[in-house]
């Protein structure tokens, strides 16, 4: 309870129109499909936080076993990405982790490495540069299963 003449600080997260650090598409329906500003923000702290982020896109199947995500950087800021997963949840609760193959920058080299582990290895994400990520799974998996893409890094522009 607020008592009178307290303050009460209010901290909110804002994204412009023209998107923000960093973006994930999802390939889905032989296309790119923007599923929105990924929320690591951490303002001067430069503390790797963890996000999770429900698909909203079911990626396409891409060469029979591999679904790709694309993490961009559309603003002046620089994002640091330590670790990214994909997980398949079903609706009772079963989740399998999908293995991250391989990742590689828009230059295209391989930035695997960089991004398997939470070691404070980053990928370091400029204004311009996009990440192809591609995740590999051998079986089938029907509409009952939903994707949460999982990041974990930063970046200092200030989300409050």
Not at 56 to 70: E, M, Q, S, T
Not at 97 to 121: E, G, H, K, M, T
């Amino acid at each position: 309870m607020l008592k009178l003449n307290s303050q009460l600080k209010v901290y909110y997260t804002v994204s412009s129109s023209g998107g923000s650090c960093p973006t994930l598409s999802v390939y889905s329906n032989a296309a790119w499909i923007n599923e929105g500003v990924m929320d690591i923000h951490t303002g001067a702290y430069n503390r790797d936080v963890i996000y999770r982020h429900y698909l909203v896109a079911k990626p396409d199947l891409i060469k029979g076993n591999f679904y790709v995500l694309k993490l961009s950087e559309l603003d002046e800021y620089t994002s640091y990405i330590d670790k990214v997963q994909l997980v398949a949840v079903s609706d009772n609760g079963s989740a399998i982790y999908l293995p991250l193959v391989i990742a590689f920058d828009n230059n295209n080299r391989s930035v695997s490495r960089l991004v398997r582990n939470s070691d404070d290895v980053w990928l370091v994400l400029r204004p311009g540069d996009e990440a192809y990520l591609w995740f590999y799974y051998s079986g089938t998996l029907d509409n009952s299963w939903r994707f949460v893409f999982i990041i974990e890094g930063h970046n200092p522009k200030s989300g409050y």
